[in-house]
C-alpha cells in the first residue's frame, strides 16, 4: 500500500519531483476528479515505495523538504501496536 505524505498545496509540484526522485511512483490523492484535501486544506502524495526497510530514515528524508506537513510512517510514537481482525487481536511490540 502506498505511503502517504501530507503537503501543503502551494509545495505539491515541488515535492512530487523531489519525491520521484527517491521513489518509483508518486500519484496525487483524488477524490472523483479532483484532488483530495484533508482537514487542514491539504493534498495527499501516495508515494509507491513497496518495503520500506529503514522507515525512521525514510520518514526524515521526506519530512526534510519544503512543503512537507507529515507522513504516513509513525516511527518512535508508541511501544505497542494493536492489530485486530474479525476474529482476534495482537499486540505487536519493538
Known amino acids: 500500500f502506498p505511503l502517504p ?7 505539491v509540484d515541488y515535492v512530487e519531483r523531489k519525491l520521484a526522485g527517491i521513489c518509483p511512483r508518486v500519484t496525487v ?17 501516495d508515494c509507491h515505495f513497496g518495503r520500506i526497510d529503514e522507515p525512521a530514515e525514510c520518514d526524515a528524508q521526506i519530512r526534510s523538504m519544503h512543503g512537507v506537513v507529515t507522513t504516513g510512517i509513525f516511527h518512535g ?13 495482537r499486540v505487536l511490540t519493538p
Open 77 to 89: 510514537l508508541t511501544t505497542q501496536v494493536f492489530v485486530a481482525d474479525l476474529d482476534s487481536v
Open 5 to 11: 505524505v501530507e503537503v501543503v498545496p502551494f509545495s
Open 29 to 45: 490523492r483524488k477524490r472523483e476528479s479532483n484532488h483530495f484535501l484533508t482537514d487542514n486544506g491539504n493534498f495527499i502524495l
